[in-house]
Nanobody, 124 residues
Framework: VQLQASGGGLVQAGGSLRLSCAAS????????MTWFRQSPGKEREFVAS????????LYGDSVQGRFATSRDNAKNTAYLQMNSLKAEDTAVYYC??????????????????WGQGTLVTVSS
């Protein structure tokens, strides 16, 4: 299984970026795809998730209303559209694939496969 995250970079506050996570080696449509992020000295933080069964995506409180996650099962790819970026959004962003029950969607332990991370830097 391989998850390849891309799309990170340097952006000014208020700007936008779109991250992609290309998956291979797994039945993509049967996995929940989730984004986490980690800043230096902080724990890995839940950002957004799109469950395999579809429905309404879940978002962390700090990104609600600014970020949007989606998935294209035909392309085995998950996306994270990030708008109105703030300096505090600076982090390494990771995509993860797993099959958590709903109540564990936000837990890092629930995920079996991880991408390598892509760095997002927001300048103020």
């Amino acid at each position: 299984v391989q998850l390849q995250a891309s799309g990170g970079g340097l952006v000014q506050a208020g700007g936008s970026l779109r991250l992609s996570c290309a998956a291979s080696g797994l039945i993509f449509r049967s996995y929940t795809m989730t984004w986490f992020r980690q800043s230096p000295g902080k724990e890995r933080e839940f950002v957004a998730s799109f469950r395999s069964a579809g429905g309404t995506p879940l978002y962390g409180d700090s990104v609600q209303g600014r970020f949007a996650t989606s998935r294209d099962n035909a392309k085995n790819t998950a996306y994270l559209q990030m708008n109105s970026l703030k300096a505090e959004d600076t982090a390494v962003y990771y995509c993860a694939a797993g099959r958590p029950i709903l109540s564990f969607t936000r837990h890092t332990d629930a995920y079996t496969h991880w991408g390598q991370g892509t760095l997002v830097t927001v300048s103020s």
